[in-house]
């Protein structure tokens, strides 16, 4: 266990002394989860108790996270232990009163602290708010129990004694405006713990007050000091703790009178927050009533006074005055509230409250809960309302019933469902008129012709009767023998009870009495001549004659329109039954007679040479009878059209047999099927709201079960396009139609890749998505995407690259298409001689004849698709962004699928016009970033092969590459195998010129033994491309894997004469080094100086450097002089022409510095060559050859440096003018001069 808290105080120490929020965060959820899974103590929590003093200190620390956190676990651990603390143990009071002390004493520091944010000074007060009375509890446990742990309840008290007067602090001023740790939410959560501070610290012995001021969610008795017993308390002394009680009300009291004297200025929010809750603690404390009611009162007047009057204030006072004034305690001051109701015109209130606080009280100890609530409010309700409901909520069930009938049997359909059942027990009037509504169509019965029957009526009645009563009683039966068959147990029916209680049954009588029988008749008698074409008909004489219609074709067709009709409209009657797949069988079967179909209405006959064959009116009555609630007759339809599919093949396949030989391709023979596909899904689209997700689905399943996909369905399909509700239902079914049909899946896939690069950018999204996340993994469709969205890339290029790739493309494609036609002619004679060998395999002969017909649906299909690709319109110049992006989308997220057609992107980018790359180098940001998720790797792999037009997109590319996603996330191995992979990329591409731009995004991640025999070709880019080769290196972030140091050093090695502008470039970049002076200040190009006059052998450029950081940093100038006296030392005037020359201007730079070195450690020859060489020199050394002695006087030398330095002749000789004198004195204050005269030196 004292390893688990030395760990705990360890990291806590770290925590104080960590750098940044985030490290200080990472270390203390260790240390949460230590205390909380890891503590070896387990309920003493041992190691939380000795952290406490440093989580107090951290609570201190500026990191708002952090404290919250704090807060949170102390909380936590808190909550855990008064939980245990209210039935275990004294050590587990000690516990729980150790953490609350811990956790009141964090709270009290975050309310002190100046800095602490409004959201943990909330949390503090909402933490000590919600513990305030398991504080009260543990500490007067502890007291009840032993004295051993009043150590620990002491101070538990103490901290939330001293937590509690904090928070009075707070709320004796008014809140700050802003997020402050003095907001209004502050301020108001503050008063909320004052408000509980009082109520805990009072009794409540007079708590029998009435509801109506109290709130739901206070509970008046819950915790106060009555739970004090009359024992001796050390901790919890009553007395001291009701005068902290009375002390807290003054505070709030304070507040109130403040802002009546207008002392205190509260916003209209906290001043009713204020008044409310003074109110609830005068009515839940009565002893404070003389405390609180006489500021309710000045304030009342206040609000009152004119020019201050607020009505919203005034409104509140008034309510909380008037259940004050019911209570007994606020007698002494009901004259004074009275006069202040009367004023405001609620003398009524007041005193109706004045009557009711003499009324006897009842106790009020718990608020009511929700439930209690619920019931009473339910219990009180009338009669009405019941009654209102009930009815209510029938309307709304009937609302909800769905009832499905067409306008021709509305009528006779409106009644309730009708069961074998209820007939049974249905009364005989409504019998009849169920069994004469179901006749109500004129349906003749065929008989021969001119036949006439006369009946009396008193017959006619008879053979009513004996129909009614053959119609009627067998559906009795019927009821009667289904109920007896629902006794599937062969036990039961073999019980002898059961069959006694069957003979015992009465047997069936007819259920239309003499009277009813009568009834009928009559009715039938008197409206028997109001019929349209009257079968009965009585004389004046009483005489009925009964007429019958001859059998003719006219007739026959017209009992089978009827018997259509009939059977359509009877849907009521067969749901009942459960025969729906029965009726809608007989339909399909009945419509698709070749006799029906070879006539119009009208009975005459159908052309079979019109160009445009029409509907049958056979389907259109059924297919319109199916739209009328297509929702429920849906699946007739489809019955519909699969029986007409089935009986056009079977006439394709009767015709072929009889003529023996195949058809061209039975185009003729699905007219009618294509038709009705189009005439009902073209209406259907009309009628249904595409907006509804019911009604898309359900066109989707119907157009799923068509046998055969016409190209009349892929028109409406594309048709569904031109809405843009329309557009998702569209992609949906092409989807569908790609996924589950094989024979036109190339067809709607095609127009699919259609709406992948429309104009509107709405439906190419729509449609990319659906082609790249579903069609493009399977494997079947996938080479046709990749070569549409290649195609679709390709048409950006340059026009006449694009010609040319297109003439190819049409070779290709023609060349395909030549062998497609050999080998269609040749299936076409394979067949014909097999058909000739084969002629008794029948069936191998109908299956190819059905495939031939399934070819030439296909191609139509595919002619139709490509006609709609067609409109794309490739050829229109891609001169705009929008134009590129339409048909770059597509590749895009392809790319994103299968990285590996990058490659193809690039080879398009070197071959575009500037328009289209600039694009292309904006939309490939988005994909490289996904692809870098995978790996960045994989991404550089498919760059391999890149033209040289195309360098720019690469290095673009590489550099996005190379960016870090997040600046603390770990990549180290991921950028080495990153660099390794472009390095190789480079060394493929050496060829190419300036290739090495692709190293630029990972330069500062190459290490020097890679990067510095780069140097030369690094340094041939062009000046741009150079400059910020040269600023990632200098600007990387540590760690640098190549100092800026050893990168300049390594730019003096270069070998100057690779080629002859070498030496050029190579001051160039020394140039831009030193110019980025946050990379090389005066002490780093010092010591870059040392190194190089220190190296065996010096490089050529090494005192051209010298001069420029003289003249960046002239307070080098005494530090030069040391390496200058360094190069006198290693004899530089018998290495290389350029050094001595460097040496010579530097010494003439940095004079006077450079003067006791020339005059004590040159030799006199080279003395006498710099003099000849910097003629000015003369003069300023002798002058200071004069003065620089001691006391200012002349230096001891020696006579051959004082005859250099007096030698008249050579004094009057260097007198004369000379040329390169001006360019000495430019040199020694230009440093772009002193560049150009290093360079002559090559």
Same mark, same amino acid.
């Given at each position: =266990?004292?390893?688990?808290?030395?760990?705990?105080? $360890?990291?806590?120490?770290?925590?104080?002394?960590?750098?940044?929020?985030?490290?200080?965060?990472?270390?203390?959820?260790?240390?949460?989860?230590?205390?909380?899974?890891?503590?070896?103590?387990?309920?003493?929590?041992?190691?939380?108790?000795?952290?406490?003093?440093?989580?107090?200190?951290?609570?201190?620390?500026?990191?708002?996270?952090?404290?919250?956190?704090?807060?949170?676990?102390?909380?936590?651990?808190?909550?855990?232990?008064?939980?245990?603390?209210?039935?275990?143990?004294?050590?587990?009071?000690?516990?729980?009163?150790?953490?609350?002390?811990?956790?009141?004493?964090?709270?009290?520091?975050?309310?002190?602290? *100046?800095?602490?944010?409004?959201?943990?000074?909330?949390?503090?007060?909402?933490?000590?708010?919600?513990?305030?009375?398991?504080?009260?509890?543990?500490?007067?446990?502890?007291?009840?129990?032993?004295?051993?742990?009043?150590?620990?309840?002491?101070?538990?008290?103490?901290?939330?004694?001293?937590?509690?007067?904090?928070?009075?602090?707070?709320?004796?001023?008014?809140?700050?405006?802003?997020?402050?740790?003095?907001?209004?939410?502050?301020?108001?959560?503050?008063?909320?713990?004052?408000?509980?501070?009082?109520?805990?610290?009072?009794?409540?012995?007079?708590?029998?007050?009435?509801?109506?001021? =109290?709130?739901? @969610?206070?509970?008046?008795?819950?915790?106060?000091?009555?739970?004090?017993?009359?024992?001796?308390?050390?901790?919890?002394?009553?007395?001291?703790?009701?005068?902290?009680?009375?002390?807290?009300?003054?505070?709030?009291?304070?507040?109130?009178?403040?802002?009546?004297?207008?002392?205190?200025?509260?916003?209209?929010?906290?001043?009713?927050?204020?008044?409310?809750?003074?109110?609830?603690?005068?009515?839940?404390?009565?002893?404070?009533?003389?405390?609180?009611?006489?500021?309710?009162?000045?304030?009342?007047?206040?609000?009152?006074?004119?020019?201050?009057?607020?009505?919203?204030?005034?409104?509140?006072?008034?309510?909380?005055?008037?259940?004050?004034?019911?209570?007994?305690?606020?007698?002494?001051?009901?004259?004074?509230?009275?006069?202040?109701?009367?004023?405001?015109?609620?003398?009524?209130?007041?005193?109706?409250?004045?009557?009711?606080?003499?009324?006897?009280?009842?106790?009020?100890?718990?608020?009511?809960?929700?439930?209690?609530?619920?019931?009473?409010?339910?219990?009180?309700?009338?009669?009405?309302?019941?009654?209102?409901?009930?009815?209510?909520?029938?309307?709304?069930?009937?609302?909800?019933?769905?009832?499905?009938?067409? &306008?021709? *049997?509305?009528?006779?359909?409106?009644?309730?469902?009708?069961?074998?059942?209820?007939?049974?027990?249905?009364?005989?009037?409504?019998?009849?008129?169920?069994?004469?509504?179901?006749?109500?169509?004129?349906?003749?019965?065929?008989?021969?012709?001119?036949?006439?029957?006369?009946?009396?009526?008193?017959?006619?009645?008879?053979?009513?009767?004996?129909?009614?009563?053959?119609?009627?009683?067998?559906?009795?039966?019927?009821?009667?023998?289904?109920?007896?068959?629902?006794?599937?147990?062969?036990?039961?029916?073999?019980?002898?009870?059961?069959?006694?209680?069957?003979?015992?049954?009465?047997?069936?009588?007819?259920?239309?009495?003499?009277?009813?029988?009568?009834?009928?008749?009559?009715?039938?008698?008197?409206?028997?001549?109001?019929?349209?074409?009257?079968?009965?008909?009585?004389?004046?004489?009483?005489?009925?004659?009964?007429?019958?219609?001859?059998?003719?074709?006219?007739?026959?067709?017209?009992?089978?329109?009827?018997?259509?009709?009939?059977?359509?409209?009877?849907?009521?009657?067969?749901?009942?039954?459960?025969?729906?797949?029965?009726?809608?069988?007989?339909?399909?079967?009945?419509?698709?007679?070749?006799?029906?179909?070879?006539?119009?209405?009208?009975?005459?006959?159908?052309?079979?040479?019109?160009?445009?064959?029409?509907?049958?009116?056979?389907?259109?009555?059924?297919?319109?009878?199916?739209?009328?609630?297509?929702?429920?007759?849906?699946?007739?339809?489809?019955?519909?059209?699969?029986?007409?599919?089935?009986?056009?093949?079977?006439?394709?396949?009767?015709?072929?047999?009889?003529?023996?030989?195949? %058809?061209?391709?039975?185009?003729?023979?699905?007219?009618?099927?294509?038709?009705?596909?189009?005439?009902?899904?073209?209406?259907?689209?009309?009628?249904?709201?595409?907006?509804?997700?019911?009604?898309?689905?359900?066109?989707?399943?119907?157009?799923?079960?068509?046998?055969?996909?016409?190209?009349?369905?892929?028109?409406?399909?594309?048709?569904?396009?031109?809405?843009?509700?329309?557009?998702?239902?569209?992609?949906?079914?092409?989807?569908?139609?790609?996924?589950?049909?094989?024979?036109?899946?190339?067809?709607?896939?095609?127009?699919?890749?259609?709406?992948?690069?429309?104009?509107?950018?709405?439906?190419?999204? *729509?449609?990319?998505?659906?082609?790249?996340?579903?069609?493009?993994?399977?494997?079947?469709?996938?080479?046709?995407?990749?070569?549409?969205?290649?195609?679709?890339?390709?048409?950006?290029? &340059?026009? !006449?690259?694009?010609?040319?790739?297109?003439?190819?493309?049409?070779?290709?494609?023609?060349?395909?298409?030549?062998?497609?036609?050999?080998?269609?002619?040749?299936?076409?004679?394979?067949?014909?001689?097999?058909?000739?060998?084969?002629?008794?395999?029948?069936?191998?002969?109908?299956?190819?004849?059905?495939?031939?017909?399934?070819?030439?649906?296909?191609?139509?299909?595919?002619?139709?698709?490509?006609?709609?690709?067609?409109?794309?319109?490739?050829?229109?110049?891609?001169?705009?962004?929008?134009?590129?992006?339409?048909?770059?989308?597509?590749?895009?997220?392809?790319?994103?699928?299968?990285?590996?057609?990058?490659?193809?992107?690039?080879?398009?980018?070197?071959?575009?016009?500037?328009?289209?790359?600039?694009?292309?180098?904006?939309?490939?940001?988005?994909?490289?970033?996904?692809?870098?998720?995978?790996?960045?790797?994989?991404?550089?792999?498919?760059?391999?092969?890149?033209? %040289? @037009?195309?360098?720019?997109?690469?290095?673009?590319?590489?550099?996005?590459?190379?960016?870090?996603?997040?600046?603390?996330?770990?990549?180290?191995?991921?950028?080495?195998?990153?660099?390794?992979?472009?390095?190789?990329?480079?060394?493929?591409? &050496?060829?190419?010129?300036?290739?090495?731009?692709?190293?630029?995004?990972?330069?500062?991640?190459?290490?020097?033994?890679?990067?510095?025999?780069?140097?030369?070709?690094?340094?041939?880019?062009?000046?741009?491309?150079?400059?910020?080769?040269?600023?990632?290196?200098?600007?990387?972030?540590?760690?640098?894997?190549?100092?800026?140091?050893?990168?300049?050093?390594?730019?003096?090695? !270069?070998?100057?004469?690779?080629?002859?502008?070498?030496?050029?470039?190579?001051?160039?970049?020394?140039?831009?080094?030193?110019?980025?002076?946050?990379?090389?200040?005066?002490?780093?190009?010092?010591?870059?100086?040392?190194?190089?006059?220190?190296?065996?052998?010096?490089?050529?450029?090494?005192?051209?450097?010298?001069?420029?950081?003289?003249?960046?940093?002239?307070?080098?100038?005494?530090? =030069?002089?040391?390496?200058?006296?360094?190069?006198?030392?290693?004899?530089?005037?018998?290495?290389?022409?350029?050094?001595?020359?460097?040496?010579?201007?530097?010494?003439?730079?940095?004079?006077?510095?450079?003067?006791?070195?020339?005059?004590?450690?040159?030799?006199?020859?080279?003395?006498?060559?710099?003099?000849?060489?910097?003629?000015?020199?003369?003069?300023?050394?002798?002058?200071? $050859?004069?003065?620089?002695?001691?006391?200012?006087?002349?230096?001891?030398?020696?006579?051959?440096?004082?005859?250099?330095?007096?030698?008249?002749?050579?004094?009057?000789?260097?007198?004369?003018?000379?040329?390169?004198?001006?360019? =000495?004195?430019?040199?020694?204050?230009?440093?772009?001069?002193?560049?150009?005269?290093?360079?002559?030196?090559?």
């Amino acid at each position: =266990m004292e390893g688990a808290e030395r760990e705990v105080a $360890a990291l806590l120490e770290k925590v104080q002394g960590a750098g940044s929020n985030t490290e200080q965060m990472d270390l203390f959820r260790h240390v949460q989860e230590i205390v909380t899974h890891r503590d070896p103590s387990g309920p003493e929590r041992r190691v939380l108790r000795s952290v406490f003093p440093l989580l107090g200190q951290l609570a201190q620390l500026q990191n708002t996270t952090l404290v919250a956190s704090i807060l949170q676990l102390v909380a936590q651990e808190a909550a855990a232990a008064s939980a245990t603390a209210n039935t275990a143990s004294s050590e587990a009071v000690g516990v729980a009163s150790a953490i609350l002390a811990g956790l009141y004493e964090v709270c009290h520091t975050v309310l002190l602290l *100046s800095y602490s944010t409004e959201k943990n000074v909330v949390l503090a007060l909402q933490l000590a708010l919600s513990n305030l009375h398991s504080s009260f509890q543990i500490v007067l446990r502890a007291e009840s129990i032993d004295s051993r742990v009043d150590m620990e309840a002491k101070s538990c008290w103490g901290a939330t004694v001293r937590c509690v007067e904090a928070t009075a602090d707070v709320v004796a001023n008014p809140p700050e405006t802003g997020d402050n740790n003095r907001s209004v939410m502050v301020w108001l959560r503050a008063w909320k713990l004052l408000e509980s501070g009082v109520m805990l610290f009072s009794t409540a012995q007079d708590a029998s007050v009435y509801r109506d001021p =109290m709130r739901s @969610n206070v509970q008046p008795n819950a915790c106060s000091l009555d739970r004090l017993s009359g024992g001796n308390q050390t901790i919890l002394v009553k007395t001291q703790l009701e005068e902290f009680g009375v002390f807290l009300l003054q505070r709030l009291c304070g507040v109130v009178g403040a802002a009546a004297e207008s002392k205190v200025t509260l916003a209209r929010r906290e001043m009713s927050v204020a008044i409310n809750s003074v109110s609830l603690l005068a009515a839940a404390r009565p002893q404070h009533m003389p405390h609180i009611l006489p500021g309710l009162i000045s304030l009342s007047n206040a609000v009152a006074t004119p020019g201050m009057e607020d009505a919203v204030m005034q409104k509140t006072l008034t309510a909380n005055l008037v259940k004050l004034l019911s209570h007994p305690a606020a007698q002494p001051f009901a004259d004074e509230v009275t006069d202040i109701l009367i004023a405001v015109g609620a003398s009524q209130r007041a005193f109706a409250a004045i009557s009711k606080s003499k009324e006897q009280r009842r106790r009020y100890t718990n608020a009511p809960t929700e439930a209690s609530l619920r019931r009473a409010r339910i219990g009180k309700r009338t009669a009405a309302q019941s009654i209102t409901e009930r009815v209510e909520n029938a309307n709304a069930h009937a609302k909800r019933r769905r009832v499905n009938l067409s &306008e021709s *049997s509305a009528a006779p359909m409106s009644r309730e469902k009708v069961t074998h059942d209820g007939i049974v027990n249905m009364q005989a009037v409504e019998v009849a008129n169920l069994v004469l509504e179901s006749f109500a169509s004129d349906m003749p019965t065929p008989a021969p012709s001119n036949l006439q029957l006369e009946l009396v009526p008193s017959a006619l009645k008879t053979r009513m009767s004996a129909l009614l009563a053959k119609l009627a009683t067998p559906s009795s039966a019927l009821a009667i023998e289904k109920s007896a068959k629902r006794m599937r147990d062969p036990r039961l029916r073999r019980d002898p009870k059961l069959q006694t209680q069957n003979k015992e049954q009465p047997a069936l009588v007819p259920i239309f009495d003499d009277s009813a029988v009568e009834e009928v008749s009559d009715w039938i008698s008197k409206n028997a001549a109001t019929i349209a074409e009257p079968l009965v008909s009585v004389s004046e004489d009483n005489v009925v004659q009964v007429h019958l219609k001859a059998e003719t074709a006219a007739w026959q067709h017209e009992m089978a329109i009827d018997a259509l009709v009939r059977i359509l409209e009877n849907e009521y009657g067969v749901k009942i039954r459960g025969d729906e797949a029965l009726r809608e069988g007989i339909v399909c079967r009945l419509a698709s007679s070749p006799w029906l179909l070879s006539t119009d209405e009208k009975n005459k006959p159908v052309s079979q040479s019109d160009v445009s064959p029409k509907l049958p009116f056979v389907y259109q009555k059924i297919l319109d009878f199916v739209l009328g609630d297509y929702s429920v007759r849906s699946t007739l339809a489809t019955n519909v059209l699969c029986q007409e599919y089935i009986r056009a093949t079977a006439s394709q396949l009767s015709r072929a047999t009889d003529e023996g030989i195949a %058809p061209p391709g039975g185009a003729a023979d699905y007219q009618i099927y294509r038709i009705s596909a189009n005439y009902f899904f073209g209406a259907l689209q009309k009628k249904m709201n595409l907006s509804s997700s019911a009604d898309k689905k359900l066109f989707g399943s119907l157009v799923a079960q068509l046998p055969r996909i016409p190209v009349e369905i892929l028109r409406l399909v594309t048709s569904l396009f031109s809405e843009k509700s329309g557009i998702v239902l569209g992609i949906t079914l092409l989807r569908d139609l790609c996924k589950e049909r094989k024979a036109c899946q190339m067809p709607c896939l095609l127009l699919l890749l259609r709406f992948t690069c429309h104009e509107d950018e709405h439906y190419r999204n *729509s449609a990319i998505r659906c082609v790249a996340n579903q069609l493009y993994g399977i494997g079947a469709l996938k080479s046709d995407i990749e070569g549409f969205a290649i195609k679709l890339v390709n048409s950006l290029r &340059e026009p !006449v690259q694009v010609n040319d790739l297109n003439a190819t493309e049409k070779d290709e494609e023609m060349s395909e298409a030549v062998d497609g036609a050999e080998n269609g002619e040749s299936t076409h004679i394979r067949d014909a001689s097999e058909a000739v060998e084969l002629e008794n395999n029948w069936l191998k002969n109908q299956v190819q004849r059905i495939t031939l017909a399934e070819v030439d649906s296909n191609h139509e299909l595919q002619a139709y698709a490509e006609e709609v690709q067609g409109e794309a319109e490739l050829s229109k110049p891609s001169d705009n962004e929008t134009e590129i992006l339409r048909r770059l989308e597509l590749y895009l997220a392809l790319c994103a699928k299968k990285p590996s057609l990058l490659t193809h992107m690039v080879a398009s980018y070197a071959s575009a016009s500037e328009t289209v790359r600039q694009v292309v180098f904006r939309a490939i940001e988005k994909l490289i970033k996904h692809l870098k998720q995978r790996g960045s790797v994989n991404v550089v792999a498919q760059l391999h092969g890149y033209e %040289p @037009n195309a360098l720019g997109l690469v290095c673009h590319i590489i550099q996005i590459l190379s960016l870090r996603g997040r600046p603390n996330e770990p990549s180290t191995s991921a950028t080495d195998e990153l660099v390794q992979q472009i390095l190789e990329l480079y060394r493929s591409h &050496e060829h190419i010129p300036d290739s090495i731009s692709v190293l630029i995004p990972v330069l500062p991640s190459i290490r020097g033994d890679v990067l510095f025999p780069l140097l030369p070709h690094l340094l041939s880019l062009p000046p741009a491309r150079l400059s910020v080769a040269m600023t990632r290196l200098l600007e990387a972030m540590p760690p640098q894997v190549v100092a800026p140091i050893d990168l300049l050093v390594a730019l003096h090695h !270069v070998d100057l004469k690779s080629e002859p502008s070498m030496q050029k470039k190579v001051i160039n970049a020394i140039n831009i080094c030193v110019e980025h002076r946050h990379a090389f200040p005066s002490d780093v190009l010092l010591h870059v100086c040392r190194v190089l006059v220190q190296e065996e052998r010096i490089s050529k450029l090494s005192l051209r450097t010298l001069i420029l950081s003289v003249t960046a940093y002239p307070t080098l100038q005494k530090d =030069m002089a040391s390496l200058l006296n360094i190069l006198i030392e290693r004899r530089v005037w018998e290495m290389e022409d350029a050094l001595w020359k460097g040496f010579v201007k530097c010494s003439a730079l940095i004079q006077p510095a450079s003067f006791p070195l020339l005059l004590h450690k040159l030799p006199v020859p080279q003395l006498d060559l710099l003099l000849t060489e910097e003629k000015e020199l003369r003069v300023l050394l002798r002058e200071f $050859a004069f003065t620089a002695g001691p006391d200012g006087q002349p230096l001891d030398l020696p006579s051959e440096i004082n005859a250099l330095l007096e030698d008249p002749q050579e004094v009057k000789l260097e007198g004369v003018p000379d040329i390169e004198e001006p360019e =000495m004195k430019v040199e020694k204050t230009d440093p772009v001069d002193v560049d150009d005269g290093a360079q002559p030196s090559n």
